[in-house]
């Protein structure tokens, strides 16, 4: 199990250092302001506008990266800083989260898969954890129940971990198309295309050690279970 606790060391070494590094590249490219002189918020309708969607509502939603697409009730929800600002950084948000409003609007297979598997991952992420120490106190005191409590939380655990990777490719696929946008539709320059394109690849890599460290717990509970057998 050693290795697994290197693993994970590393892994939590890369999520800060990803984290970290991302908070910088936002501050930096914040201070890149558009020449085009759009805010967030006019970015994002611009790229609906010219992809054929008019049913979709821009907002402005409380607090710091708490940008995201609701394809529930068809809203791109900018927070304050990125609604409000007129810089490389909230243009790359804007036009991203559209990503995920276009491609909702073309159904998007992987997007149409997470979107399926939400409510279920609801579910697992409450009770994973929960399930899982029960059934290795339960095993601790020679119960056979324990044994079946920790194989379902596992199940459960499982579950959030297909959500993570299954959510790679929409990311990837969203910022894509937003950096696809403002390139061909000439809403940004050269250098603040560069520094939208820098700012979404980071955004990009928290998914992927998310990914990796569901994937390395994951495992990590199998062998343990494996192991009590």
């Not at 927070?79 to 998007?108: L, P």
């Not at 020679?142 to 993570?164: D, K, M, P, Q």
């Amino acid at each position: 199990m050693s290795g697994y606790y290197l693993l994970a060391g590393l892994i939590f070494l890369a999520s800060w250092w990803v984290s970290n590094t991302l908070k910088k590249k936002f501050a930096h490219y914040s201070k890149l302001h558009l020449r085009n002189g759009m805010s967030g918020k006019e970015i994002a309708e611009q790229m609906l506008k010219d992809n054929g969607i008019y049913d979709v509502q821009v907002i402005s939603t409380p607090g710091q990266l708490t940008d995201h697409y609701n394809p529930t009730n068809k809203t791109v929800n900018l927070s304050e800083s990125v609604f409000h600002q007129r810089n490389a950084a909230a243009a790359a948000v804007a036009a991203h989260e559209c990503g995920h409003a276009v491609q909702h609007a073309q159904a998007y297979s992987w997007l149409t898969m997470r979107s399926s598997i939400v409510p279920m991952v609801g579910v697992a992420s409450k009770l994973s954890n929960f399930v899982i120490m029960m059934g290795l106190i339960l095993s601790a005191t020679g119960s056979a129940l324990g044994s079946s409590l920790f194989l379902l939380g596992i199940l459960l655990f499982a579950t959030t971990t297909v959500f993570s990777v299954i959510t790679l490719p929409v990311e990837f696929d969203a910022s894509k198309r937003a950096l696809v946008w403002l390139k061909t539709k000439n809403m940004v320059t050269t250098e603040e295309l560069h520094g939208a394109e820098d700012a979404l690849n980071w955004a990009a890599r928290t998914y992927v050690v998310a990914a990796l460290g569901s994937l390395a717990t994951l495992m990590y509970f199998i062998m343990v279970f494996l192991d009590r057998r």
